[in-house]
């Protein structure tokens, strides 16, 4: 029976268009040397202690366990599965041949190699359960998902899976790291369920949070901004800051980056907010003009920084509890 893997793509799902194009996946930890080296788990654990002295114990074993089971454990058949947190998507694939350490392949800084055929379709995290959007929904680079194999097959050939409300029980105690991760992504969801009018009243409502006056602009052609910002109740005071909000999946290009400047009243800073990630472009003209990109993680970064300071009826629209973790 084939395993189910979840491989993370880079800190910030970078590493999916070359995935694609080499029909690969790959981790880091250059700094171990290829485990192939190592007679056993335990010395490429002493070789963590040595080369990452720096970081803890637990994080030490934590990166040298990953990258003895990416080595030793992955196999041929088996399946992997990669998130593209801008899309909101998951990609599956078939692993074709096992672990090469190759830093040429995609980048020296992520040799550890296995070759994968990547499906072209991919599943909508929206069509999840809630048991495996909590489960896929861990920190870890490398990790077992075999529980969630059934309903993401299921998907991938557009048969509907019942939904299970519960999680399978869990055999290893929760990482605080691992929660906090898994609660931001669940925080992603709730975000990604407002409707483009409720988004903008969350932005708002954080720049409110920030101490700012805002002014939304009502349903219909807002001629490119949809937010104003500024510090007095007149709106004299600098800075003024006018901002584009788009709620969809689709990444925003450059365009519409121009648009935004482009828009009253000139001069003000801009800020573009877009929870499907931006264009290469767009990230170009806004690095050129002074442009400050949001994405759906920084909007997620902004509500755990601000939102007990958000008015309460924007808090309204994500409701969530504070709670204390032992860590």
Wanted: charged share 25%.
């Amino acid at each position: 029976m084939s395993k189910w893997w979840m491989v993370r793509a880079g800190d910030n799902n970078e590493l999916i268009p070359k995935w694609q194009l080499k029909q690969v996946a790959s981790i880091g930890w250059a700094d171990l040397g290829d485990p192939k080296q190592f007679s056993s788990r335990d010395k490429l654990i002493d070789k963590a202690h040595l080369v990452y002295a720096e970081e803890k114990p637990g994080t030490r074993l934590s990166w040298a366990g990953q990258v003895w089971r990416f080595y030793r454990e992955i196999e041929v058949n088996d399946r992997v599965i990669t998130y593209s947190k801008e899309t909101r998507e998951y990609l599956i694939g078939t692993v074709t041949k096992i672990h090469q350490y190759q830093p040429d392949i995609i980048d020296p800084y992520y040799p550890n190699v296995i070759s994968v055929s990547w499906e072209s379709k991919k599943i909508s995290r929206d069509l999840l359960s809630q048991g495996a959007k909590n489960s896929l929904g861990g920190i870890l680079t490398v990790f077992r998902v075999d529980d969630w194999g059934q309903e993401l097959l299921g998907l991938l050939g557009g048969v509907t899976v019942p939904k299970v409300d519960d999680t399978p029980e869990e055999t290893e105690a929760v990482n605080y790291q691992d929660f906090i991760e898994r609660a931001k992504t669940m925080i992603e969801d709730l975000v990604d369920r407002l409707d483009p009018w409720q988004m903008q009243d969350l932005v708002a409502g954080l720049l409110q949070a920030m101490g700012y006056q805002v002014t939304v602009s009502p349903k219909g052609p807002d001629g490119g901004v949809d937010i104003l910002a500024h510090k007095d109740a007149f709106g004299f005071e600098t800075p003024i800051i006018k901002v584009q909000v788009k709620h969809r999946h689709a990444a925003s290009g450059g365009p519409e980056v121009q648009q935004l400047l482009g828009a009253n009243p000139h001069g003000a800073s801009s800020l573009f907010v877009s929870t499907g990630g931006f264009t290469a472009a767009a990230k170009a003209s806004a690095l050129h003009n002074g442009v400050k990109l949001l994405d759906l993680s920084g909007i997620v970064e902004l509500i755990n920084e601000w939102y007990d300071k958000m008015p309460v009826d924007k808090q309204a629209l994500i409701p969530l509890k504070r709670i204390y973790v032992p860590i």
